[in-house]
């Protein structure tokens, strides 16, 4: 069995110095996770105007999901038992706050990256299918999305490997156009 290398990169809200770096991270990206605090509308606001451009990198076939994070802090939390969550002391919902964000915001956030993107719905995974719930602190659901993302990805590295390199344009014969003496500026 081959192994395959598998990068993530996390691009928060953090410091504004770093908002410009994005592009490069998702650059020829496979699949972009994005994800936002379902307790905080303003965290999935930021998300949409910060990230929505980012995409533009991404490749053309690229697999998007929207994640909600933070479930276990939330006021409906009811987090069922799941296999690929250990139970953890203190796992509990413990003191809860206001969930702000539900997953029909998550779908339209999905529906205006397809659209920004010029992507058709039947070409790309459904809206429900791709919007998550996790919660990081308890690894609700986190197994879920990384190997629902990764099943999605796989398939469409395998495609691009078997059709071979993008197309480029080799610049290493490029030859300078001679210069004339001509105007002021020659």
């Not at 939330?74 to 969930?99: I, M, Y």
């Not at 919007?131 to 990805?153: P, R």
């Not at 398939?155 to 071979?164: M, S």
Request: net charge neutral; aromatic share 8%; glycine share 6%.
């Amino acid at each position: 069995m081959r192994r395959k290398r598998f990068n993530c990169w996390l691009l928060s809200n953090g410091r504004e110095q770093f908002h410009g770096l994005g592009s490069m991270y998702c650059r020829g990206a496979a699949a972009v996770i994005l994800t936002y605090d379902v307790n905080s509308l303003q965290s999935l606001t930021e998300l949409e105007e910060r990230f929505l451009a980012l995409t533009d990198s991404a490749s053309a076939d690229c697999i998007f999901a929207i994640v909600g994070n933070k479930v276990d802090l939330s006021d409906d939390c009811t987090l069922p038992p799941d296999e690929n969550r250990p139970e953890k002391p203190g796992a509990s919902c413990g003191s809860k706050v206001q969930k702000q964000v539900h997953a029909e915001d998550a779908i339209a956030l999905y529906k205006k990256i397809l659209k920004y993107k010029m992507l058709d719905e039947k070409d790309v995974p459904a809206a429900e299918k791709m919007c998550f719930e996790t919660s990081a602190k308890t690894g609700y659901k986190v197994d879920y999305l990384f190997e629902t993302v990764f099943d999605m990805v796989v398939p469409i590295i395998v495609r691009q490997k078997a059709e071979g390199p993008p197309q480029t344009v080799d610049i290493t014969d490029y030859k300078p156009a001679k210069r004339t003496k001509s105007g002021c500026c020659a």
